[in-house]
């Protein structure tokens, strides 16, 4: 089957009106990816040739999304919303184009997975001119009604056209489809729109190839991967089904997760071997983490790559462009973005590290602030191998802590500190001997 060349269609022209947003459906994101990149990475992992995804129109958004998750997919528009089949057949330069085999999937049916769609373009190979993805939903009201005859597939019959009997049906179209290349552009040109919707219904393929003599077969599904997304409460749906499925394959992969249910990651969060995550976890998009590394309660991790043996948290947020070398020690209440925190370096309580490079083995006191931002500009704090700051530090970038050079608690440093030098950015105490008890009895006397 690796030989057969392979077009997918996807469409993408959904509305969206029931998700009460600015936002074209299909944008909406599930574990931190599109929905549209849901399918796109299906696509692509069920070994597309080619990809043309179909649009409506002035929808430069969903356009611009599709070309950066894959830049060798073709966009095409569907004018007017004229039924599934007219939407394929918007593809038209890439069906003329001519492939062995053609998908169709729909960018708002995002959990499908690159298996099923290897299942169901199987029978093509086996001389099946059409393959549809049947599934057992609790409610089947409002789906296509698959009619079979054993394994064969007559028809399929829209909700609005059905029969009561054919209601009775509990086998229902998901609506991805397989055709086989071969005279699918004639398939799909002889559709018509006379049905209760007035639409060019794919479905319809089914009984126009059956009058051909060629075959039609169904393969069955499971519900949570065709679970389409039409309105906000089916987009959570959609996302705790992905997340179980993250959660799995995590711990498959060897992480330890205490309380799965409470940790959430993204479609791109990598987990390393006997990695701990502890309860309430949320990972971001762009998370790497090494072996050995335990993530403590309550973190948030977005954009941060962790090596091997480090610890983080608990409360600790990890931002965009956070990099930890093995063995870091990120305690709790401590943000960090854009830095670099070499081997073995430690930040243990209430900080803000940004823009920043950390040396190896040095140690930030409690309450260590780097002060990256004056309102207009971003400035950067370099703080060297084994250096030593002091508790409730503030570093005024751009600044350079040398190489084991020590700061003083309470400091506010401004100027560079050379390599083992002490810095000390504080008022001199003063202390009054016998101040206290005189301070108290002024006021006895003057109360009496
Ligand atoms: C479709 C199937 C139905 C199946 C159901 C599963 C047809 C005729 N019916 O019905 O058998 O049970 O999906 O959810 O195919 N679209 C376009 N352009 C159009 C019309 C639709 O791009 O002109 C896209 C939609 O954005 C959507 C998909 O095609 O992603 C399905 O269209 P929709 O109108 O929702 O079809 P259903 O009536 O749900
Ligand atoms: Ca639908």
């Known amino acids: 089957m690796g030989e057969r060349k392979l077009l997918v269609v996807v469409l993408a022209a959904g ?4 998700m009460a947003s600015r936002i074209p459906k299909v944008l909406h994101k599930i574990a931190g990816r599109t929905m549209l990149h849901h ?43 004229l039924g599934t089949a007219h939407a394929v057949l918007a593809a038209r330069a890439a069906l003329e184009a001519g492939a062995d085999d053609i998908l169709v999937l729909y960018a708002d049916t995002p959990l499908i997975r690159s298996e099923t769609l290897s299942r169901l373009r199987a029978p093509l190979a086996q001389g099946a001119a059409v393959a549809v993805l049947g599934f057992r939903p609790e409610d089947p009201a409002g789906y296509g009604r698959l009619l079979t005859q054993g394994d064969t597939l007559l028809a399929i019959r829209e909700d609005k056209d059905a029969t009561a009997e054919e209601k009775a049906v509990g086998f229902c179209n998901a609506g991805l489809m397989a055709l ?38 169904a393969t069955e599904a499971d519900v949570d991967e065709v679970a389409g997304v039409n309105s906000r409460l089916q987009l959570a749906e959609a996302e705790a089904i992905f997340q179980q499925r993250l959660r799995r394959a995590a711990m498959a992969a060897g992480a330890t997760l205490v309380a799965p249910e409470t940790v959430f990651l993204s479609a791109d969060t990598r987990l390393g071997r006997d990695v701990v995550v502890e309860p309430h976890v949320v ?18 991790l977005e954009g941060a790559m962790v090596d091997t043996g480090a610890s983080i948290g608990p409360f600790a947020r990890l931002r965009p462009g956070t990099r930890l070398e093995s063995g870091v020690r990120i305690g709790n209440f401590v943000e960090t973005k854009a830095a670099h925190v070499e081997k073995g370096a430690k930040i243990n309580h209430l900080s803000y590290v940004g823009d920043a490079h950390v040396g190896a083995n040095a140690n930030l006191g409690a309450g260590t602030i780097t002060c990256n931002y004056d309102g207009f500009g971003k400035y950067r704090t ?18 350079t802590i040398g190489k084991g050079a020590f700061v003083g608690t309470g400091a506010v ?36």
Request: charged share 25%.
């Open 39 to 81: 399918v796109l990475e299906a696509t692509r992992a069920a070994g597309a040739t080619r990809t043309a995804v179909v649009i409506g129109p002035d929808r430069d958004d969903v356009a611009a999304e599709a070309r950066r998750v894959s830049p060798e997919a073709e966009v095409f528009v569907q004018r007017e919303r």
């Open 15 to 18: 509305e969206g009106t029931r």
């Open 382 to 399: 370099e703080i060297g191998e084994g250096a030593f700051i002091g508790v409730n530090s503030a570093l005024v970038a751009p600044v």
């Open 413 to 448: 440093v401004t100027d560079d500190v050379p390599a083992d030098a002490l810095a000390l950015a504080r008022s001199r105490q003063v202390v009054k001997e016998g101040w206290a008890s005189a301070f108290r009895a002024r006021h006895a006397k003057d109360k009496a």
């Open 283 to 300: 990972f971001g998009p762009g998370v790497s983490v090494g072996d050995d590394v335990t993530i403590h309660a309550f973190s948030h």
């Open 180 to 217: 086989s290349g071969t005279g699918a552009l004639a398939l799909l040109e002889r559709i018509g729109n006379a049905n209760a919707k007035g639409e060019y219904y794919l479905t319809d393929a089914v009984e126009l190839a059956r009058a051909d003599g060629r075959t039609t077969v």
